[in-house]
């Protein structure tokens, strides 16, 4: 069964860039009709899709996050990866990497808190 | 862009029926799904195509459409099923691009 799996570090300095990894087994990176999605939820609030990658490297970002982030996939570690630049406490917020068709969100990660602090 | 908007909260009493909905253009296009996130968990799936159980989830969830408002119902609401709720949907300004409601928490009394 698909699993994915959230990794990188918990504490990020106010203007610098936060790097998350996401880590997928039981199932293939590549499959088709298959995306690999970033959303973000701020402690106490609501969720909010950041953007997702395709296996092919084609990439689809959430229009008022975009000057700001990079997804990433690397089909040979079987990982994807986010990384959020010039971030401000705004930013805190639990990671969450999930695995998506085109319509649905069917498998989501447990989610990683990144706070974002001096 | 668009936005998908739902109601703060509700509640219901055990064994009673609660219907909560998500309104947003772009519902009049894509499919909407609806997500249960419990506190300290990460969501999950419980409706997608507008009306489609994933394995594991009890029938008394239930969802439909029509217009521009998602509707997701839990007939005989039990305990277990107090929590967040969420609603998505493909946005229609973009290829790919997704829609989360605000949520809406579910009290069962």
């Known amino acids: 069964q698909l699993q994915l799996q959230e990794s990188g570090p918990g504490l990020v300095k106010p203007s610098e860039t936060l790097s998350l990894t996401c880590s997928v087994s039981?199932?293939?990176?590549?499959?088709?009709?298959?995306?690999w999605g970033w959303i973000r939820q701020p402690p106490g609030k609501g969720l909010e899709w950041i953007g997702s990658v395709y296996h092919d490297g084609s990439t689809f970002y959430n229009p008022s996050l975009m000057s700001r982030v990079t997804i990433s996939v690397d089909t040979s570690k079987r990982q994807f990866s986010l990384r959020m630049s010039s971030v401000t406490a705004a930013d805190t917020a639990v990671f969450y990497c999930?695995?998506?068709?085109?319509?649905?969100?069917?498998?989501w990660g447990q989610g990683t808190l990144v706070s974002v602090s001096s | 862009s668009s936005e998908l908007t739902q109601d703060p909260a509700v509640s219901v009493a055990l064994g009673q029926t609660v219907t909560i909905t998500c309104q947003g253009d772009s519902i009049r296009s894509y499919y909407p799904t609806w997500y249960q996130q419990k506190p300290g968990q990460a969501p999950v799936l419980v409706i997608y195509?507008?009306?489609k159980r994933p394995s594991g989830i009890p029938d008394r969830f239930s969802g439909s459409s029509s217009g521009n408002t998602a509707s997701l119902t839990i007939t005989g609401a039990q305990a277990e099923d107090e929590a967040d709720y969420y609603c998505n949907c493909r946005d229609s300004i973009g290829n790919l691009h997704y829609l989360f409601g605000a949520g809406t928490k579910v009290t069962v009394l």
């Open positions: 999930a695995g998506h068709t085109g319509a649905a969100f069917d498998r």
């Open positions: 195509g507008t009306n």
């Open positions: 039981g199932d293939s990176i590549s499959k088709n009709n298959y995306y």
